[in-house]
C-alpha cells in the first residue's frame, strides 16, 4: 500500500465546496482517565450533487465473476441436456450471483417430444452450499433455460479463511409417470475462494461498479461491530448510542459524538492499530480483506479493513456511510444529515496514536485532493454510498 501522506500539509478547503462551520472542543475521559478532544462541529466538506451525478454507478445488470466451463451433454428419450458452470464461487461476493454476478449454474434443457415434460435441475457444492432445486415444465419441442445458484452455508462461510477446491454436483432429470430418469448426473471440480478474498477486477464490470461490491464486505449486523457499539457507548457522555439523524448539518453534533465514541472504543478497548499488508491493493489483482469482526478480534487493520470496520459501526447506529477509494488507499465519508451533502471525513488507519481530531483534518486533507478525481471519474478513484447499495440489493456477506 502506498504511504499514507499523515504528515502532509493541511489544505483549505476548496471554495467551490466549503462550508463555513463553528468549532468547538468538547474533552471526554477515557481508559484510565486519558483526554481525547475532537471536534463537536469538525471541517465539514459538502459534497457537491454533482459528484454523485459524474461518479460512475454501477448498475443491476449482471457481470461474469470467473470463467465458464461447459460440462458433458446428456440425451435421454429425445430430452436433451447441458450446462455451463463456474470455475470459481467468490466466497464474500457469493450472496450476489443471480442478480449482480451472473448465476452459476446455467443449464438448459431441450424437450425433443411433441407432448410437455416436466425436468427437475439440482446443483450443489458439496460441503459447502444448501443445494439449489428447480422443477420445470418444458412444452413439446420447446427449450427451457434454468439458473441456479447454490447458496454457501453459514458454517461453509466461516471456514473458509482460505480457498479450496471442491466439487459442483449437477443433476437434472425428468419425471416419467411419476419416476425420475436421469438424463445428467456429473460431478465437477471448481474453486471456494476464501472469505477474505475481494476480486479488485471482475469481467464485465467497470471500475466503479467492482468497488460498490464492497458494500457486501460492511457488515453492520456482525455480532462483532454490535459489541463495538456497546463499547462505544461508555464513552459517550450520556452512556448510550443514539440512532439516526437529528438534525441538518449535524447542528446538535450527534452524529460527531457517535463518530469521537466509535474512535474511542477502537482505541481504548479494542486497541486497534494500523497494520499495512504486502497485498495489493490494486485494480487489477484480488486483495485479502479480514471482515470487520475480524479485525476486531485481532486488534489490527490495514487501510480498507479499518474503513470497512468503521463503516459497519456507522451503518449500524442509522446513518450513512461511504468509503472513497484513492490509488493505494481506501477511507471513510460520514454523511451528516440525510438530506444535504455534507460529510465528516476518517482517515481510519491513524487509530491508536491520534486523536479523532487528526483523523478528521487528515480525512479532510485527503477529500480536498481526491475530490476533482472522484467526480471525474479517474482511474483508481472511486465513492461508495452504501446506502445507496443497499437500495440496490447489495446486501452484507451472511456470515456469522
Known sequence: MSSRRRFQERHALLGAVALAMLVSTVVFAGCGDAEVTFRTRPPVGPIASSVHVAVPVGSAATASAASRATAATGSVDRIT???TYRDALITPLAHLYGTFLDAFVIATIVNGNSEPVK???ESEISGFTDAATDTITISGGGT???RQNPRLTTAAIDSLTSQKEADLHVTISYLDAGQRRTIVDQTNRTLVTSRRDFPWTINGMSQQMDY???AAMVTPTDPGVEQLIRAAADFDPNGVMTSGYDSQQDSTGTVSQRIADIWQAEDATYKLTYISTTDSFASTSSQRIRLPAEVLQQSS?????LTLLY??????????PSVVIVPGHAYVAVRADDTGDSYYFVETTMIGHDTISDALAEGLSEWNEAQAHVAGGDTDYGWVDISEQRGRGITPIPWH
Open 119 to 121: 425436468v427437475v435441475v
Open 311 to 320: 463503516a459497519s459501526a456507522v451503518e449500524a447506529l442509522g446513518m450513512q
Open 212 to 214: 460498490d461490491l464492497l
Open 144 to 146: 427451457k433455460e434454468v
Open 301 to 305: 487493520g490495514n487501510c480498507i479493513e
Open 81 to 83: 441436456a447441458t450446462y
